[in-house]
């Protein structure tokens, strides 16, 4: 069975603040796919990003930046300088041999100005 | 950039009323899904649908629910009997290929039901 951990349930930090979100993971698949999903208040699921299990490499892209460790099943997002509107609910989610995504039960990120 | 599309937006229902969520996958993709929300919850997996075939299903899928693809464009999500545990916001999502590639979602049918 997959399942996807996030411990934190709420975040809030001041504007310009980075803040990490964290994601543990449990699978038995030897491929497997971690995606983050952004949750704005409007409601919509918003793809953030994809990682395969057999690329490592981290990355960074504008001010965001993914830090995947296989060794503690970890796949975690953090935000640099942080806007308002980063403000959502960030979903962890894992994708193995079948054809379903399970996802974590999301954190919400509040960014105060 | 091609999307996801759903319809309605919200839909408001009696309980024992039937209710078809509608959506429109983007338009090279081959597999399908809906996903549910329970408010302030996880999303959670439903169906799986490739080939005019369900490819997987989750428990909560049970005989009350149903999909289809009625012509080349649509993916219906039939409840047939709602309860009031069915209120729920219902993602419809679409891939490329099957489920380890990137999902991409809809704006969501906000379903209530009374």
């Known amino acids: 069975a997959q399942k996807v951990t996030q411990a934190q349930t709420e975040i809030s930090v001041v504007e310009k603040e980075d803040v990490t979100l964290d994601c543990v993971y449990e699978?038995?698949?030897?491929?497997?796919?971690l995606f983050w999903y952004k949750q704005p208040p409007s409601g919509e699921l918003v793809f953030l990003i994809r990682?395969?299990?057999?690329?490592?490499q981290n990355e960074i892209s504008g001010r965001y930046s993914w830090n995947f460790q296989k060794s503690t099943s970890s796949f975690n997002f953090t935000i640099t300088a942080s806007q308002v509107v980063d403000s959502a609910v960030y979903f962890c989610?894992?994708?193995?041999?079948?054809?379903?995504?399970?996802f974590g039960k999301g954190t919400l990120l509040t960014v105060n100005p | 950039e091609p999307e996801v599309t759903q319809t309605p937006s919200h839909q408001v229902t009696q309980m024992g009323q039937e209710v078809i969520l509608r959506c429109v996958p983007i338009?090279?993709?081959?597999?399908f899904y809906w996903y549910r929300q329970i408010l302030g919850q996880k999303v959670e997996f439903l169906v799986s649908?490739?080939?005019?075939?369900?490819?997987?299903k989750s428990e909560i899928f049970d005989d009350q629910f149903s999909v289809e693809r009625p012509d080349g464009s649509n993916f219906t999500l039939k409840i047939r009997s709602t309860k009031l545990e069915d209120s729920a916001m219902y993602f419809c999502?679409?891939?490329?290929?099957?489920?380890?590639?990137?999902?991409?979602f809809g704006p969501g049918t906000r379903l209530l039901v009374l």
């Open positions: 999502a679409s891939s490329e290929w099957e489920g380890k590639e990137t999902q991409y």
């Open positions: 699978t038995r698949d030897t491929t497997y796919y």
């Open positions: 990682r395969n299990s057999f690329d490592e």
């Open positions: 989610a894992l994708g193995g041999s079948n054809y379903k995504l399970t």
């Open positions: 338009s090279n993709h081959l597999y």
């Open positions: 649908f490739y080939n005019n075939e369900i490819s997987e």
